[in-house]
């Protein structure tokens, strides 16, 4: 019912910034809350931020709180994650998520809807 396609990693330099987008299609998607998580090579995947349909609500994770902002666009049916002043340990496959429920939860588990993921990599 939704497909989720990210754009916008790449190679920076620590201190830079990269914004990623994740365009959704399907009738769902206005009415789901959205998130973005991230995996790095041996680690498990962690939670990185979320947002509300409406975007009145946010969460991040401690380790991105000043330095990332989520955000959405409805009418254009994308999220974005304005990444600044990266670190290497940011450098991790990022993907985005949706769930068919408003409430931002950090739990990957309930999210129904995923997409491909996207490579982000911070060099010192």
């Known amino acids: 019912q939704v497909q989720l396609v990210e754009s916008g990693g790449g190679l920076v330099q620590a201190g830079g910034s990269l914004r990623l987008s994740c365009a959704a299609s399907?009738?769902?998607?206005?009415?789901?809350?959205m998130g973005w998580f991230r995996q790095a090579p041996g680690k498990e995947r962690e939670f990185v931020a979320a947002v509300t349909w409406s975007g009145g609500s946010t969460r991040y994770a401690d380790s991105v709180k000043g330095r990332f902002t989520i955000s959405r666009d409805n009418a254009k049916n994308t999220m974005y994650l304005q990444m600044n002043s990266l670190k290497p340990e940011d450098t991790a496959v990022y993907s985005c998520?949706?769930?068919?429920?408003?409430?931002?939860?950090?739990?990957?588990?309930?999210?129904?809807?995923w997409g491909q993921g996207t490579q982000v990599t911070v060099s010192s």
């Open positions: 998520a949706a769930r068919t429920y408003e409430p931002p939860s950090p739990n990957p588990y309930e999210y129904d809807y």
């Open positions: 399907g009738r769902t998607f206005s009415k789901s809350a």
